[in-house]
């Protein structure tokens, strides 16, 4: 067999390989790509169209907006506190269903269930509960306890992580799972005979295996944090109290007036700063991997 026969037979693969790909990258470029290259050459000008190039001068407006700051704070206080919580229950989640339990299957089924239940009914129902006549009122005030105002409180905040968590557990419980069934059952059997304890194998044998996944999680859900608009506009509307403001409430006003410079650069931002977590993940993940090995 002739020595150029391999390298033939791979590129004639790789050029099928780029036919197939061809739709998708077309439809990403012109859809994704385009419009972000867009809106990142507006971002430098002082009006949309024929407008002129102005350097950083939106970036430094941005940054001296209360209302941009805010909305940037409380979607990284939203993020730091939701996602932790988010990757805590769904690994509790997959290592208890992971394990033979009665009705697994349809306790899989029903954690699941948000995922699949339309937005607007998830906040219905969300509303139902925290509203001032609500549900959660009502019990409180058969325990004699005082209203609450729970979308015009402090406590605002923590309604939106509650509702961030219940929809999305079931998500990275799947992950997880997946994750959990590829570890050989042959290194806890190993463990087990030797003597060690089930936090010792949690520790020494599921978190290591687990840590791929465990990053993918971790990027998919930081990532689904900064995108939670939905929820807070359909529960608290355009202007809501201040602890719900989120980057999206402010970049969604900014496209009510028309001040698409300011948008499109609150937009960068929040891309940048996506990409810079990505990155850094991504290289905790390569050096852990290559410690382990």
Not at 89 to 98: E, F, I, K, Q, W
Not at 131 to 159: C, F, P, Y
């Amino acid at each position: 067999m002739s020595r150029t026969a391999p390298f033939a037979r791979l590129r004639k693969d790789g050029f099928q390989a780029l036919w197939f790909l061809l739709p998708s990258a077309a439809g990403f470029a012109l859809f994704y790509l385009a419009p972000f290259l867009l809106g990142l050459y507006e971002s430098f000008t002082d009006g949309a169209l024929a407008g002129k190039f102005v350097g950083f001068r939106n970036y430094a407006e941005l940054l001296d907006s209360e209302s941009f700051l805010k909305a940037a704070g409380n979607t990284l206080i939203f993020a730091g506190i939701g996602v932790p919580l988010l990757i805590a229950l769904s690994l509790t989640l997959a290592l208890l269903l992971n394990r033979p339990l009665y009705a697994r299957g349809w306790l899989r089924s029903s954690i699941m269930l948000p995922l699949v239940v339309p937005v607007a009914s998830v906040v219905t129902v969300w509303q139902l509960f925290f509203d001032w006549n609500g549900t959660l009122n009502a019990w409180l005030h058969q325990l004699g306890k005082e209203r609450i105002d729970w979308l015009q409180s402090n406590g605002s905040m923590s309604v939106i992580v509650a509702m961030f968590v219940w929809k999305n557990a079931g998500y990275n419980m799947v992950l997880f799972l997946a994750g959990l069934q590829s570890i050989p059952k042959d290194y806890y059997e190993t463990a087990s005979i030797e003597g060690a304890g089930r936090f010792r194998q949690f520790r020494t044998i599921t978190l290591v295996y687990l840590t791929p996944t465990m990053f993918f999680v971790l990027l998919i859900s930081i990532v689904n944090s900064f995108k939670v608009f939905r929820e807070t506009y359909l529960l608290a509307g355009d202007y809501p109290y201040d602890r719900l403001y989120m980057l999206q409430h402010y970049m969604n006003n900014m496209f009510y007036v028309l001040d698409v410079q300011k948008l499109t650069a609150a937009a960068v931002l929040m891309v940048g700063c996506i990409v810079l977590l990505a990155m850094g993940l991504l290289r905790i993940e390569r050096r852990f991997r290559d410690n382990t090995e």
